[in-house]
Protein backbone atom coordinates (compact mmCIF):
# COMPACT_ATOMS: atom_id res chain seq x y z
CA UNK A 1 0.00 0.00 0.00
CA UNK A 2 2.83 1.84 1.02
CA UNK A 3 4.33 1.11 -2.47
CA UNK A 4 1.12 2.23 -3.98
CA UNK A 5 0.66 5.91 -2.32
CA UNK A 6 4.06 6.65 -3.15
CA UNK A 7 4.39 6.11 -7.04
CA UNK A 8 0.97 8.40 -7.27
CA UNK A 9 2.36 11.03 -5.13
CA UNK A 10 5.42 11.04 -7.76
CA UNK A 11 2.94 11.03 -10.98
CA UNK A 12 0.74 13.83 -9.25
CA UNK A 13 4.15 15.60 -9.11
CA UNK A 14 5.38 14.81 -12.73
CA UNK A 15 2.00 16.09 -13.97
CA UNK A 16 2.14 19.57 -12.17
CA UNK A 17 5.95 20.10 -13.77
CA UNK A 18 7.26 21.07 -9.91
CA UNK A 19 10.74 20.04 -9.52
CA UNK A 20 11.46 16.67 -7.73
CA UNK A 21 14.32 16.81 -5.41
CA UNK A 22 13.48 12.86 -4.66
CA UNK A 23 11.01 10.54 -5.19
CA UNK A 24 12.43 7.29 -4.01
CA UNK A 25 10.35 4.01 -4.07
CA UNK A 26 10.05 1.28 -0.85
CA UNK A 27 13.42 -0.40 -2.69
CA UNK A 28 15.54 2.90 -2.69
CA UNK A 29 15.33 2.87 -6.32
CA UNK A 30 15.02 6.82 -7.71
CA UNK A 31 12.60 7.13 -10.64
CA UNK A 32 13.45 8.82 -13.71
CA UNK A 33 12.40 12.68 -13.51
CA UNK A 34 11.51 15.38 -16.17
CA UNK A 35 13.03 19.30 -16.17
CA UNK A 36 10.32 21.51 -17.42
CA UNK A 37 13.24 24.36 -18.71
CA UNK A 38 11.33 27.49 -19.21
CA UNK A 39 12.30 29.74 -22.41
CA UNK A 40 14.76 32.32 -21.46
CA UNK A 41 14.16 34.64 -24.68
CA UNK A 42 13.12 32.99 -27.73
CA UNK A 43 15.21 30.82 -30.19
CA UNK A 44 19.12 31.49 -31.12
CA UNK A 45 19.48 33.98 -34.30
CA UNK A 46 23.41 34.35 -33.86
CA UNK A 47 22.88 37.78 -33.76
CA UNK A 48 20.34 38.34 -36.37
CA UNK A 49 17.23 39.74 -35.66
CA UNK A 50 14.14 37.75 -37.01
CA UNK A 51 12.11 41.19 -37.54
CA UNK A 52 11.11 42.48 -40.95
CA UNK A 53 11.66 45.94 -41.92
CA UNK A 54 8.80 47.39 -44.36
CA UNK A 55 6.92 50.57 -45.12
CA UNK A 56 9.92 52.27 -46.31
CA UNK A 57 8.98 55.61 -47.20
CA UNK A 58 11.08 59.03 -48.40
CA UNK A 59 9.31 61.96 -48.05
CA UNK A 60 6.08 59.79 -46.99
CA UNK A 61 6.28 58.77 -50.12
CA UNK A 62 7.16 55.32 -51.66
CA UNK A 63 10.46 55.40 -54.33
CA UNK A 64 9.23 59.08 -54.67
CA UNK A 65 10.56 60.44 -58.22
CA UNK A 66 11.05 64.27 -58.35
CA UNK A 67 11.81 65.26 -54.64
CA UNK A 68 12.70 69.42 -54.42
CA UNK A 69 13.81 68.96 -50.80
CA UNK A 70 17.62 68.69 -50.25
CA UNK A 71 17.12 67.12 -47.28
CA UNK A 72 14.78 64.19 -47.71
CA UNK A 73 13.19 62.05 -44.37
CA UNK A 74 13.55 58.42 -43.94
CA UNK A 75 10.41 56.48 -42.18
CA UNK A 76 10.22 52.73 -42.00
CA UNK A 77 8.28 49.98 -39.79
CA UNK A 78 9.36 46.76 -38.40
CA UNK A 79 7.28 43.65 -37.32
CA UNK A 80 8.10 40.81 -35.32
CA UNK A 81 7.11 38.02 -33.80
CA UNK A 82 8.77 38.18 -30.56
CA UNK A 83 6.30 39.27 -27.91
CA UNK A 84 7.94 42.49 -26.92
CA UNK A 85 10.37 43.72 -29.54
CA UNK A 86 11.78 47.17 -29.27
CA UNK A 87 14.07 48.49 -31.92
CA UNK A 88 16.97 49.84 -29.73
CA UNK A 89 19.35 51.90 -32.61
CA UNK A 90 19.20 51.79 -36.36
CA UNK A 91 21.85 52.84 -39.29
CA UNK A 92 21.02 54.51 -42.82
CA UNK A 93 23.26 54.69 -45.84
CA UNK A 94 22.23 56.35 -48.82
CA UNK A 95 23.89 55.53 -52.07
CA UNK A 96 24.27 56.85 -55.29
CA UNK A 97 25.30 53.50 -57.73
CA UNK A 98 27.92 52.05 -55.61
CA UNK A 99 29.19 55.05 -53.58
CA UNK A 100 27.61 55.93 -50.37
CA UNK A 101 26.77 59.79 -49.86
CA UNK A 102 25.46 59.36 -46.40
CA UNK A 103 26.04 56.76 -43.67
CA UNK A 104 24.16 57.64 -40.15
CA UNK A 105 26.09 55.26 -38.21
CA UNK A 106 24.59 53.62 -35.18
CA UNK A 107 22.31 55.58 -33.63
CA UNK A 108 20.77 54.53 -30.02
CA UNK A 109 17.56 55.61 -31.14
CA UNK A 110 13.74 53.68 -30.86
CA UNK A 111 12.77 56.46 -33.72
CA UNK A 112 11.92 55.21 -37.25
CA UNK A 113 9.49 58.16 -38.07
CA UNK A 114 11.11 61.20 -39.97
CA UNK A 115 14.66 60.85 -39.83
CA UNK A 116 16.20 63.71 -41.64
CA UNK A 117 18.95 63.44 -44.40
CA UNK A 118 22.47 64.52 -43.07
CA UNK A 119 25.55 63.53 -45.98
CA UNK A 120 26.43 65.04 -48.96
CA UNK A 121 24.67 67.48 -50.90
CA UNK A 122 22.11 65.84 -53.10
CA UNK A 123 22.10 66.03 -57.21
CA UNK A 124 19.33 67.30 -59.23
CA UNK A 125 17.51 64.48 -60.96
CA UNK A 126 20.01 61.94 -59.72
CA UNK A 127 18.40 58.37 -58.23
CA UNK A 128 19.69 57.72 -54.92
CA UNK A 129 19.06 54.17 -53.04
CA UNK A 130 19.05 53.67 -49.44
CA UNK A 131 18.27 50.76 -46.48
CA UNK A 132 18.24 50.37 -43.13
CA UNK A 133 19.44 48.10 -40.40
CA UNK A 134 17.82 48.12 -36.94
CA UNK A 135 18.98 46.62 -33.96
CA UNK A 136 16.33 45.31 -31.24
CA UNK A 137 17.30 45.51 -27.19
CA UNK A 138 19.34 42.00 -27.28
CA UNK A 139 21.95 43.57 -30.33
CA UNK A 140 20.52 41.10 -33.03
CA UNK A 141 20.64 43.53 -36.27
CA UNK A 142 18.62 43.07 -39.08
CA UNK A 143 19.22 44.90 -42.28
CA UNK A 144 16.91 45.79 -45.02
CA UNK A 145 16.08 45.79 -48.59
CA UNK A 146 16.83 48.96 -50.58
CA UNK A 147 14.40 51.15 -51.58
CA UNK A 148 14.83 54.50 -54.10
CA UNK A 149 14.31 58.31 -54.30
CA UNK A 150 15.23 60.51 -57.10
CA UNK A 151 15.58 64.27 -56.66
CA UNK A 152 14.02 67.32 -58.95
CA UNK A 153 15.66 70.12 -59.93
CA UNK A 154 17.06 71.83 -57.23
CA UNK A 155 17.94 75.55 -57.29
CA UNK A 156 18.63 77.68 -60.15
CA UNK A 157 21.89 75.43 -61.64
CA UNK A 158 19.80 73.26 -63.23
CA UNK A 159 18.21 76.54 -65.54
CA UNK A 160 21.99 78.01 -66.29
CA UNK A 161 22.05 79.26 -69.19
CA UNK A 162 18.21 77.97 -70.61
CA UNK A 163 16.68 80.53 -73.11
CA UNK A 164 12.94 81.24 -71.12
CA UNK A 165 9.79 81.53 -73.55
CA UNK A 166 8.36 84.86 -73.79
CA UNK A 167 6.83 87.68 -76.14
CA UNK A 168 9.23 88.38 -79.25
CA UNK A 169 8.79 92.45 -80.36
CA UNK A 170 7.22 92.46 -83.86
CA UNK A 171 7.45 95.07 -86.24
CA UNK A 172 3.86 95.35 -86.10
CA UNK A 173 3.75 96.99 -82.65
CA UNK A 174 6.79 99.15 -83.41
CA UNK A 175 5.14 102.28 -81.04
CA UNK A 176 4.04 103.53 -84.35
CA UNK A 177 0.39 105.53 -84.02
CA UNK A 178 -2.24 105.10 -86.23
CA UNK A 179 -6.05 106.81 -85.97
CA UNK A 180 -8.54 105.00 -87.96
CA UNK A 181 -11.99 106.86 -89.03
CA UNK A 182 -14.96 104.61 -90.22
CA UNK A 183 -18.84 104.68 -90.11
CA UNK A 184 -20.03 101.34 -89.94
CA UNK A 185 -24.01 99.70 -89.56
CA UNK A 186 -24.69 96.66 -87.58
CA UNK A 187 -27.12 94.42 -89.74
CA UNK A 188 -26.47 90.94 -87.50
CA UNK A 189 -25.10 90.22 -84.02
CA UNK A 190 -22.07 91.72 -83.92
CA UNK A 191 -19.46 93.53 -86.39
CA UNK A 192 -15.52 93.11 -86.44
CA UNK A 193 -12.85 95.57 -88.20
CA UNK A 194 -9.35 93.75 -88.97
CA UNK A 195 -6.05 96.17 -89.41
CA UNK A 196 -2.74 95.92 -89.48
CA UNK A 197 -2.96 92.81 -91.00
CA UNK A 198 0.25 91.26 -92.41
CA UNK A 199 -1.21 87.73 -93.37
CA UNK A 200 -4.49 85.44 -92.19
CA UNK A 201 -3.24 84.60 -89.26
CA UNK A 202 -1.23 88.13 -88.00
CA UNK A 203 -3.66 91.20 -87.32
CA UNK A 204 -5.16 93.31 -85.30
CA UNK A 205 -9.36 92.97 -84.55
CA UNK A 206 -11.89 95.31 -82.95
CA UNK A 207 -15.32 93.71 -82.88
CA UNK A 208 -18.80 94.97 -81.80
CA UNK A 209 -21.12 92.75 -79.92
CA UNK A 210 -24.56 94.20 -79.81
CA UNK A 211 -26.12 91.17 -77.21
Do not use: H
Not at 54 to 79: A, C, H, R
Not at 145 to 166: C, H, N, Q, R, Y
Request: with cysteine; aromatic share 10%.
Amino acid sequence: MKRFISGVLCLTLLATGLPLASCKSEDGAAPSTTTNKQDQGGPMNNGKSNATIYGMLTEDLKNPVGIDDSTPVFSWKVQSDEIGWLQSAYQIVVKNGETTVWDSGKVDSGVSVGIEYAGEELASSTEYSWNVTVWDKKGNSKTSESATFEMGLLGSKPFKGADWISYASSSLYSGTKYTIDFDFIIDRDNQGFCFGMSDSGTFVMWQVNTR
